[in-house]
């Protein structure tokens, strides 16, 4: 069964305003950790911020905040005030505490920064 | 600065071919993991190595096989290429502990089997 699920294969955004990344996720572990990652045309990954399963607040990192819905089991990435150099494929992923080494990743969605 | 290095951006071989991806870490990390990165499909794990000459099956082990010697170098072979190979590679390491350690990756191989 799919662990991380993104349902937007591509969007578009205008420089300057904020867009959101959907990603949920399946898991009966009490004890995980949520990550995003951003892909650039260069092809290397790089991190951008991680939520723990246990954390009272949501993660922020600069421009990108996580939207942490323990509940609905979603962990949302919000980036503000768009770049052009956001351009890139984003990718969430989880890895379990009784899977430890283990990160699982979703599709992932690309996302079209517009001047 | 830290660095995971992939010995080719871009690979081309031929089917039934033996093929070697080579993947170096200098943040001397426990870890390592080779990914599989399909439109779609996003990243799937193949095969991942928690110390020297240890590995553990990932979720698509089938037609590929791995050596870790040294602790700094983890290689990803395909005994014989086919063109279902095709596809980006990417290797990856972490220190082991808590499940908040993040992955480094490298900048991907992508190779095309014909």
């Not at chain 2, 080779?34 to 990243?43: E, I, K």
Request: hydrophobic letters at 30%; a neutral charge.
């Amino acid at each position: 069964a799919q662990k991380i699920t993104q349902t937007q294969p591509g969007m578009f955004v205008q420089e300057k305003e904020a867009v959101t990344l959907d990603c949920t996720y399946d898991t009966s572990d009490p004890s995980y950790g949520l990550f995003w990652y951003k892909q650039p045309s260069s092809g290397e990954m790089i991190f951008l911020i991680y939520q723990g399963s246990y954390d009272q607040q949501n993660a922020t990192e600069g421009r990108y905040s996580l939207n942490f819905q323990k509940a609905r089991k979603s962990a949302n990435l919000v980036i503000s005030a768009s770049q052009l150099g956001d351009s890139a494929m984003y990718f969430c992923a989880m890895r379990e505490r009784s899977n430890d080494y283990k990160l699982s990743f979703g599709a992932g969605t690309t996302v079209t920064v517009r001047a | 600065d830290v660095k995971v290095t992939q010995s080719s951006r871009y690979l081309v071989k031929r089917t039934g071919e033996k093929v070697f991806l080579e993947c170096v870490q200098d943040m001397d990390h426990e870890n390592m993991f080779w990914y599989r990165q399909d439109p779609g499909l996003g990243l799937r794990l193949i095969y991942f190595s928690y110390d020297v000459k240890m590995k553990e099956k990932g979720d698509i082990p089938e037609g590929y096989s791995v050596s870790r010697e040294k602790k700094e170098r983890f290689s990803l072979i395909l005994e014989s290429a086919s063109t279902n190979q095709t596809s980006m590679y990417l290797c990856a390491s972490s220190q082991p502990g808590q499940h908040s350690e993040k992955l480094f990756f490298g900048s991907g191989t992508q190779l095309s089997v014909l």
